[in-house]
């Protein structure tokens, strides 16, 4: 989150408190870090090396012991390459021997993790730290962990040490010690760690086996850093209320990350304008406009990125900060009790009923869920891109992206409909048997074959998420298996290895344990968009790096085939038909459209005079079902009631167009049969046929009339070039020639 620092103007109450505010104020300001030195001892060093299987514990490695899985994941290096001279070697010697240790374990976690070892890397920072611990300042030299000293702290003395020593070093060195002793200590910041794994201030669960996770979590690379979060007493309720949260499964990884950002906000406005603790304020009367306050500081609050950069903050960047801290005071309030036991602060029992509802309604930015009309793609665009999209496989000698997996991914987004992740996070094996009965088995290579399953990233619960597929989309499968299992073989994994994911992250991945990254992904598809540089029909660009996009197109494309919703429901995987009617709307869309594509016209042949537009509302189509016909449709206001039966034919109210022709030629000809049959009746009866004057025959033959006439009409009109429909006139007027 980018938060640019302003002024708020305090209130004269706040004013007023501001000297004993600033007090209380610096008493909360602890360091928001739980000093990591604090975490180590001799005992817990030790306990992490003897942790490692024998052969692993090394303060060298060389090809005469280096473990056979260590082979595989060291990286080899070059010492002369004209002499064919390399090296997988790699020195821990001349530390500490507690940093040894921590070095060791430290190798055997990545290895174990299927991360590459970079020999070269990590012998720079073994360089870098024996500097600093012979050269650096009194506390380097005394320092018996790696956790001693933050990683910036680090690269300080490696810099003093080469300034004292007058060493000719690579002049990267003390970045590389900084970035390296980051992640070292990272690791050993959870291994150390013995209590409550919320109680840190960085949440990694890459690295914290202990914290909650989905089996299949997007944003499980992703770290939760409280450390921005400079108030004690607020830090630290947000960290249990959002460990608690996360446990429950109330919120999920990435629902965490966002009301952590929520929280920065809440942050920022303390350091502004101060506040009394848990409370916020000394008296419940002051809440309101201390709380008023904030609101009017994100309402003024100038966005420096996205869409609105340079405006205010867009609706949902204003009202997420006010929900989220409305939620967790309200959370806080209901178990006060227990956070102060919890978090050791009797402050919190103070919370009052205020402290429940803290923002109005009208405090809050009411969302709005329009969505745009670009969203579902045309026939043509989607055409272009499946063409287009070689250039993601294609080499780069030849001008591609050489990523034969993104051209994958993006086939089955197309094809699918499925959610970005739900594509990346595919099992590796995700083909289904399709039960089917003898007669399904024989609609040929059209028809569904297999039963494709998918990680249901944004919904929990129930079974595991299957859709029918047909063979394009399994050839779509097996060839991404076959490029999957090259890969990893060519990393030297064992023969017949599988990666638990069907889409695979390259680098650092050995193991093939992560999948391919979303981000990675939009970043290939930002690069396709530019380079196919598609426009629609009216001459918009299309983002194809918008990959909801395709699942709009495919939700659309079923509906309007007229598949029921419930099954659209089940396909797309929603759990409430309200989600599924989110894209009906493009229904009714094609159904008004479909109505005003043809030129209506009345019972004896002539244009409708109502303007067609004004026909479609005027009929509520989808509400006055009793105005439709088979053959058209009756434009009776709809309090009238009909006095002519199935007269329509000869009735000034009717109008059809030519979607019923068909209908319409299969009524003249019955009407004709049945005039004829019964002319034959009536004459071997009486003897001759029936005159033009019998009531029956008259109307009969009006009807015909009617029908012919419509049938020429329909024959001869046509939609404008211009594609807008003409006014038209209605039954017994006189027809008024185009403009």
Not at 186 to 215: F, S, T
Request: hydrophobic residues 35%; proline residues 5%.
């Amino acid at each position: 989150m980018s938060v640019e620092r302003k002024t708020v103007t305090s209130l004269p109450e706040q004013r007023a408190q501001a000297p004993r505010v600033r007090e209380r104020n610096r008493r909360d300001k602890r360091d928001p870090r739980l000093p990591i030195a604090e975490l180590f001892s001799e005992e817990r060093a030790r306990r992490l090396w003897e942790s490692l299987p024998e052969e692993h514990r090394r303060d060298h490695f060389d090809s005469a012991n280096m473990p056979e899985d260590y082979r595989q994941a060291f990286i080899v290096r070059t010492i002369d390459k004209s002499r064919g001279w390399y090296t997988q070697s790699l020195n821990l010697r001349g530390l500490p021997e507690p940093m040894t240790w921590e070095m060791a374990w430290f190798i055997d976690q990545q290895v174990a993790d299927g991360y590459s070892i970079n020999t070269n890397r990590l012998g720079e920072l073994r360089r870098g730290l024996v500097l600093a611990v012979e050269h650096g300042s009194s506390v380097a030299r005394t320092a018996r962990s790696l956790t001693a000293l933050t990683h910036e702290e680090w690269g300080r003395e490696v810099r003093g040490a080469l300034m004292r020593t007058h060493t000719s070093a690579n002049p990267h060195l003390p970045a590389w010690v900084e970035n390296g002793l980051k992640h070292v200590q990272d690791r050993l910041a959870h291994a150390y760690h013995d209590g409550e794994w919320w109680r840190l201030n960085v949440w990694n669960p890459a690295l914290d086996r202990r914290i909650p996770q989905r089996e299949h979590e997007p944003n499980g690379r992703t770290v939760a850093n409280f450390s921005q979060l400079t108030t004690g007493w607020f830090r630290e309720a947000a960290k249990w209320w959002l460990s608690v949260q996360l446990s429950t499964e109330r919120y999920v990884w990435s629902s965490v990350k966002s009301r952590l950002d929520h929280l920065k906000w809440f942050q920022w406005y303390i350091d502004e304008a101060g506040c009394a603790g848990p409370q916020l304020v000394d008296s419940p009367e002051k809440l309101r406009p201390w709380l008023l306050g904030f609101v009017t500081s994100l309402n003024s609050h100038t966005a420096m990125t996205g869409p609105n950069k340079g405006g205010r903050l867009a609706k949902n960047s204003r009202r997420g900060p006010l929900v989220t801290i409305e939620a967790f005071y309200r959370w806080i309030y209901d178990n006060r009790a227990e956070a102060v036991s919890v978090l050791g602060d009797r402050r919190w029992a103070g919370l009052g009923l205020e402290h429940t509802v803290l923002f109005r309604l009208e405090d809050k930015p009411r969302l709005t869920n329009q969505l745009p009309d670009d969203m579902a793609l045309e026939d043509e665009v989607i055409s272009t891109i499946a063409a287009g999209s070689g250039v993601l496989a294609a080499s780069k000698a030849e001008g591609g992206l050489d990523d034969r997996q993104a051209f994958h991914a993006l086939m089955l987004l197309i094809r699918t409909g499925r959610r970005m992740n739900e594509v990346l996070m595919m099992d590796f094996e995700p083909l289904l048997p399709l039960l089917t009965t003898g007669k399904q088995k024989d609609k040929g290579p059209d028809g569904f074959v297999a039963r494709l399953a998918y990680q249901q990233t944004k919904i929990t619960g129930g079974e595991p998420p299957t859709i029918p597929v047909d063979q394009e989309i399994v050839d779509i499968i097996r060839l991404q298996q076959k490029w999957a299992r090259e890969f990893i073989a060519a990393q030297g994994s064992p023969e017949g290895t599988e990666p638990p994911y069907l889409f695979l992250q390259t680098k650092n991945n050995r193991l093939g344990k992560r999948p391919y990254a979303s981000a990675t992904f939009h970043s290939r598809l930002g690069v396709l968009t530019e380079k196919l540089a598609i426009t629609d029909s009216v001459g918009r660009p299309v983002k194809i790096s918008k990959t909801h996009t395709f699942r709009h197109t495919r939700a659309t494309d079923l509906i309007n085939a007229g598949v029921p919703i419930h099954v659209v429901m089940r396909y797309l995987g929603h759990v409430t038909p309200a989600m599924t009617m989110h894209y009906a709307k493009t229904l009714a869309v094609t159904a008004e459209r479909e109505f005003l594509r043809y030129k209506k016209v009345t019972a004896d042949g002539r244009t409708a005079e109502v303007n067609p537009s004004d026909l479609y509302d005027l009929l509520h189509l989808d509400q006055r079902a009793d105005r439709v016909l088979p053959n058209g449709w009756c434009m009776l206001p709809p309090r009238q009631v009909c006095s002519k039966g199935n007269a329509c034919l000869t009735c000034d109210k009717f109008v059809t167009d030519t979607s019923h022709r068909d209908e319409l030629q299969h009524q003249l000809q019955q009407s004709e049969a049945l005039i004829a049959r019964r002319q034959t009746q009536f004459t071997a009866r009486h003897g001759e046929p029936m005159g033009e004057d019998n009531i029956w025959l008259a109307g009969r033959l009006a009807e015909t009339r009617a029908l012919t006439k419509v049938l020429v009409a329909l024959d001869q009109v046509s939609v404008h070039e211009d594609g807008h429909l003409r006014a038209v006139r209605g039954a017994g007027a006189a027809d008024r020639p185009e403009p």
